[in-house]
């Protein structure tokens, strides 16, 4: 069963790549892992599309947004005291439990 009825928003030129396809080469894309030819295969349909700039957008928006606070958000203290936090509650929650406990 081809269900291409929902790719074809946009021009709909049949040489150009679909929303389907577009939107499932959307991560690559990001990642800059396309070859060059399909790289401009999907920059032309984000171009022409709407919805799938859009939503491409978001994504990157979102990437970026991700990557800078992964990067520098949780500082070595905080680790650190997180750490020490979970360790004495371990310590604390049962001394007396035998190692050899099931
Ligand atoms: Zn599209």
């Given at each position: 069963?081809?269900?291409?009825?929902?790719?074809?928003?946009?021009?709909?030129?049949?040489?150009?790549?679909?929303?389907?396809?577009?939107?499932?080469?959307?991560?690559?894309?990001?990642?800059?892992?396309?070859?060059?030819?399909?790289?401009?295969?999907?920059?032309?349909?984000?171009?022409?599309?709407?919805?799938?700039?859009?939503?491409?957008?978001?994504?990157?928006?979102?990437?970026?947004?991700?990557?800078?606070?992964?990067?520098?958000?949780?500082?070595?203290?905080?680790i650190?005291r997180v750490a020490?936090a979970?360790?004495?509650?371990?310590?604390?929650?049962?001394?007396?439990?035998?190692?050899?406990?099931?």
């Amino acid at each position: 069963m081809g269900d291409d009825g929902r790719a074809r928003c946009g021009g709909g030129k049949s040489s150009h790549v679909g929303c389907q396809e577009a939107v499932r080469q959307l991560y690559v894309y990001l990642d800059g892992e396309l070859t060059e030819e399909r790289r401009l295969q999907i920059a032309v349909h984000l171009d022409e599309c709407g919805p799938c700039a859009d939503a491409a957008g978001f994504e990157a928006e979102l990437r970026a947004v991700v990557s800078s606070r992964c990067k520098d958000r949780v500082p070595d203290s905080l680790i650190a005291r997180v750490a020490a936090a979970i360790a004495a509650e371990a310590e604390l929650s049962d001394p007396t439990r035998p190692s050899g406990a099931p």
